[in-house]
């Protein structure tokens, strides 16, 4: 297949030593002989050490190889948070095939395009989990599936015409082999590794190639943070989503050999009662369970083993940042990254201004980060806020079986298009503003969600918001702004300009209707979908207008017409 990764680019990272000759299994198999007998994984099943944790991937690798699957197949894995899908990653990278993960979440119309889109040879499910019978699920989509030629099932008794992952994983396999039987299977090192499948936000979700070697340099971020093997990590992330794959499972674990706390079904409570049972040093979590969390009474845990919270998949407002710090004495993180690859944050020894308000600077040096202006070549002045671009050896292959929106996001310098705007400040870091489709154009204003949904957060009456824009005759846009309010709060707009007047918001920023609802639209994964909340407030001003001639609830909403000035 068709992508970037030419032989041109593999020199150049190669030589520049960015790259190197070892693939994620080899990796991890360092780390493994290095303390073997020290717990890998504490899951709500059992203790994992590092040496059984090789011996469960060696074995899922001797099964599959076993059922005909080859370097170059595509294998959809679709587990919750527990050791078996850290061993699935691994068996995929010992014998060359390439893992599509999906979050234990997706139900069929997610699970059938995955495995269609990837012409997936095998899938790895639970039986029943949560309640939801994985097995019925996938029973259902099979026969549409022409490619798909095996199902394996975490459990014992799998149905028929499916295999018991469990029995493979209680089977010593690896007694029946010769110990260099799977050498035969080693892909290389700029192989692909994994087919990321985006979480849902537009929609025809994009897949972006990573090999080997761009997986294996996301150990940077981890570094960053000082983690080593004598630390614990609290990873409360899908570990099949591109966040917590990429920091708790190829770093943390693999590279840095540290112990992974896991949680197959996310408690907040549960989760620091976790964190102070095994003194946990590091929490990977996304916004929402950030904001989980911070609900609780916080005093009634012993948390000064925790040095940092760090979250990734979503925009981290910085009221929470400045809650967790008031609360525990610790950082929140937040970093910025793709599928397509590349990524920003701060450090933790950075001044709070710079925490709390900035993604802070690229994580590892070799990545180069540009604002491009409309023509996506031009670079935009420092502190002009323009396209974010990247390049470097962690920007992805391509995207499957989809070479047009690859060439697209590119330029001709080699740039990746991320679609986030961003501006780069004159204290050099960086601040994302929102993505390029999802900013306000009021009558030639910008406004930025992002920048008012901060504001709105710090109001006493708000749980979440949703800034979007809905259509004007007069100025193209205006900002239409959803909250759930905390119980009880009655919020007016009335009320809620006046808040942001009172914290020094432009006018031309101020929400100019209210809708209050029960709760936002999300994915799978965390992220808001703006596109639901857009669709929803376009459709209502226009059943509106043809039924009151544009006449609005007067106690939650101005008039389209109405101008705030400025």
Request: charged content about 25%; proline content about 6%.
């Amino acid at each position: 297949m068709p992508t970037r990764l030419t032989p041109e680019i593999i020199r150049e990272y190669t030589e520049k030593g960015y790259w190197g000759d070892l693939t994620v299994a080899e990796r991890f198999d360092l780390t493994a002989r290095a303390h073997p007998d020290k717990v890998a994984v504490v899951d709500s099943q059992k203790r994992t050490t590092f040496r059984e944790l090789a011996t469960m991937s060696q074995r899922i690798a001797l099964g599959l190889a076993g059922l005909g699957i080859r370097p170059g197949d595509c294998v959809a894995a679709q587990l919750p948070n527990r050791a078996e899908a850290l061993a699935v990653i691994l068996a995929l990278s010992r014998i060359g095939a390439v893992l599509a993960p999906a979050v234990h979440y997706y139900r069929a119309a997610e699970m059938e395009y995955i495995l269609n889109h990837s012409d997936a040879v095998a899938a790895i499910i639970p039986g029943r989990f949560e309640g939801f019978d994985y097995e019925e699920m996938m029973a259902g989509v099979r026969p549409r599936l022409p490619a798909l030629r095996h199902v394996l099932v975490m459990e014992r008794d799998a149905p028929p015409g499916s295999v018991s992952l469990t029995q493979m994983l209680e089977t010593p396999l690896e007694e029946r082999y010769p110990a260099e039987y799977l050498d035969a299977f080693r892909p290389g090192p700029n192989d692909f590794a994994v087919l990321n499948y985006s979480s849902g936000t537009e929609a025809a979700p994009k897949a972006p190639l990573w090999t080997h070697n761009m997986l294996l340099l996301s150990y940077w971020r981890t570094e960053l943070l000082g983690i080593t093997d004598d630390d614990v990590v609290l990873n409360l992330a899908p570990l099949y989503h591109g966040f917590a794959m990429v920091m708790a499972a190829m770093a943390a674990s693999f590279h840095h050999g540290a112990t992974l706390l896991l949680m197959d079904r996310f408690v907040p409570e549960d989760a620091m009662a976790l964190a102070v049972r095994e003194r946990a040093n590091v929490v990977l979590a996304v916004p929402p369970q950030v904001a989980s969390i911070l609900a609780l009474d916080l005093s009634r845990y012993d948390l000064d083993s925790v040095r940092a919270f760090v979250t990734g998949g979503a925009a981290a407002a910085s009221e929470i940042k400045r809650q967790l710090k008031a609360q525990l004495g610790c950082n929140l993180i937040a970093l910025w990254g793709s599928t397509e690859g590349g990524s920003l944050m701060a450090r933790l020894d950075d001044p709070p201004e710079v925490i709390e308000t900035t993604v802070g600077r690229p994580a590892h040096p070799a990545v180069e980060f540009r604002v491009l202006a409309d023509d996506r070549i031009t670079e935009a002045p420092q502190g002009e806020i323009g396209e974010l671009a990247i390049r470097g050896p962690t920007v992805f292959a391509g995207y499957f079986k989809d070479p047009e929106r690859t060439a697209a996001v590119f330029n001709h310098d080699g740039f990746c298009l991320t679609g986030d705007m961003a501006y780069l400040g004159q204290d050099g870091n960086w601040r994302i503003v929102g993505r390029k489709k999802e900013i306000i154009n009021r009558g030639g204003e910008k406004i930025s969600p992002l920048e008012v949904e901060e504001a709105i957060l710090a109001h006493p009456g708000v749980a979440a918001v949703a800034v979007v824009a809905m259509p004007d005759r007069r100025l193209g846009e205006r900002a239409c702004t959803y909250v759930v309010p905390k119980g009880g709060v009655d919020i007016t707009l009335a009320n809620l300009v006046s808040f942001l007047r009172g914290r020094g918001l432009a006018t031309f920023k101020l929400p100019e209707r209210l809708e209050v609802v029960e709760d936002l639209p999300m994915t799978a994964s965390g992220k808001l979908r703006r596109s639901v909340l857009r669709e929803a407030i376009a459709q209502k001003l226009a059943e509106e207008q043809r039924t009151a001639s544009g006449s609005f609830d007067s106690g939650r909403s101005m008039s389209p017409s109405a101008d705030h000035g400025g």
